[in-house]
């Protein structure tokens, strides 16, 4: 079955650490996204990459960064430098960089700091 | 891109009809209208999208407006299992732009 697959489910971090969140798509898409939620908000888009080997910020994308060296992945670094990365983050996926036929997302992440 | 209105939140009863509606006074000539489904800890799930008059699906249906400055998105018969959080978008999507805006969504409550 193609879909999104995003790991770990739950990840801990330490002040001051860098963590990687993984991003993997069998779907053939072109464009991936990450997002940040936080409880009983809505979405934020941290980056988003149309092509490989190219990706653009989104409105939060200060302490974090991200690479797209193959078409399948889409990893999320959260640096140290993000003052708060408590919350839960989605990966999606689109056919063609354009959303004509809807995101696909991942189950998400859940980033606690402790 | 168009902004949207939606209730912050609507509580329903298992068995009944449930019709969310979402403003978007600005929406332009290119833009579609597409409404997520999102359970808690889970990502959002595309429901149905249109530009127009009236699309149906086997989950939900979406009536457009000739003006088109306002959706509703209709759940039939909900369960409990219906309740969630709703997200109203409205984007080009013929044009360039890569990403979609969500907000906060309507969330749903149904009760036994």
């Known amino acids: 079955d193609g879909g999104i697959t995003q790991s770990p489910k739950y990840l801990f971090r330490k002040e001051g650490q860098n963590v990687t969140l993984s991003c993997e798509q069998n779907l053939n898409h072109d464009a991936m996204y990450w997002y940040r939620q936080d409880p009983g908000q809505g979405l934020r888009l941290i980056y988003y990459s149309q092509i490989v080997n190219d990706f653009q910020k989104g409105d939060i994308a200060e302490g974090y960064s991200v690479s797209r060296e193959k078409k399948e992945s889409f990893p999320l670094t959260v640096t140290s430098a993000q003052k708060n990365p408590t919350a839960f983050y989605l990966c999606?996926?689109?056919?063609?960089?354009?959303?004509?036929?809807?995101?696909?997302f991942g189950s998400g992440t859940r980033l606690t700091v402790v | 891109l168009a902004k949207t209105t939606q209730p912050i939140s609507m509580d329903s009863y298992e068995g009944q009809e449930v019709n969310i509606t979402c403003s978007h006074n600005n929406i332009a000539t290119n833009d579609y209208i597409t409404w997520y489904q999102q359970f808690p800890s889970q990502g959002p799930r595309f429901i149905i999208q249109g530009y127009k008059t009236k699309v149906t699906n086997e989950v939900a249906s979406l009536f457009i407006p000739a003006d088109r400055k306002s959706s509703t998105l209709s759940l039939p018969r909900v369960s409990l299992s219906d309740t969630a959080v709703y997200y109203c978008?409205?984007?080009?999507?013929?044009?360039?732009?890569?990403?979609?805006?969500f907000g906060k969504g309507t969330k749903l409550s149904v009760k036994p």
């Open positions: 999606a996926s689109s056919i063609g960089g354009r959303p004509n036929y809807g995101y696909t």
């Open positions: 978008l409205v984007a080009d999507y013929g044009g360039s732009q890569g990403n979609l805006i």
